[in-house]
């Protein structure tokens, strides 16, 4: 009878050395701010993925493994989960507005499933790792969300926004320099963006919310457009452009 041969030594030392859990916390931001500093490869990845389970897999995948997301390195954007504080700040700003809201980044989903219980509708996600996909997913079926919220792998750049009047981000300032080109072309006048831990570097906020690695910025199109102009289909920035500016 063979037997299954595991390193006790090793997988414990990864396992209390970083002590991972699934619990939405507030932690995550020092938790990740040490692994990035720390190389353990991608054995390293495995043991962590069997001992505990699809969440921290989801997280390790999106963050440390070459290759994960096939996208330029400068727009590699390691996953990072928003603190309560952060969700708050966000969902502050967004008081007051209705009808629907588009996650940019969605991550695990808890932007969206605080939307959806702020009572925004339809709300969706949109997130190109489908490991968080499906861990986002299960978050929301987890909290009785499932058939009111949307979770899409699909890369945001290719996303229509023509019809979005709320819409919220927590993406890197690389990112974001890119992003806010395309929101400014496909964005209504009555669509206000809401930007979490990053502003946009070229855009002055209506209002401001919290403090620190908590702050969040909101923007409100009309106020970008100074002369009342309509949206300007010559910034429309697509996936093609951002490779091409990238690579130049």
């Not at 009878?1 to 916390?25: A, G, K, Q, V």
């Not at 989903?109 to 968080?132: M, T």
């Not at 919290?210 to 949206?231: C, F, I, T």
């Amino acid at each position: 009878m063979f037997r299954r041969w595991t390193c006790p030594t090793r997988t414990t030392y990864l396992l209390n050395s970083y002590s991972f859990h699934t619990e939405m916390d507030d932690n995550t931001d020092e938790l990740f701010a040490d692994l990035r500093t720390r190389h353990i490869g991608g054995w390293g990845v495995l043991q962590i993925a069997a001992g505990t389970g699809l969440a921290v897999y989801a997280m390790w995948a999106g963050v440390l493994q070459p290759g994960f997301r096939k996208v330029p390195l400068r727009l590699q954007v390691p996953y990072i989960p928003a603190s309560k504080a952060q969700v708050k700040n966000v969902m502050t700003l967004m008081r007051g507005r209705t009808g629907g809201l588009v996650d940019l980044g969605s991550g695990d989903g808890r932007i969206v499933l605080e939307a959806c219980h702020q009572s925004f509708s339809p709300v969706v996600g949109y997130e190109l790792n489908p490991w968080l996909v499906q861990l986002a997913r299960f978050h929301a079926w987890r909290a009785g969300r499932h058939g009111n919220v949307s979770y899409r792998q699909e890369d945001l750049w290719k996303v229509d926004l023509s019809k979005c009047q709320n819409v919220t981000v927590f993406l890197a300032p690389s990112v974001l320099s890119l992003l806010q080109k395309k929101l400014h072309a496909e964005l209504p006048d009555d669509a206000l963006v809401v930007a979490g831990r990053f502003p946009f570097p070229d855009w002055n906020p209506c209002r401001i919310e919290g403090q620190g690695v908590d702050r969040a910025w909101a923007y409100n199109m009309q106020a970008l457009r100074p002369h009342g102009s309509e949206k300007n289909k010559s910034l429309s920035t697509t996936a093609s452009d951002v490779d091409n500016e990238l690579f130049l």
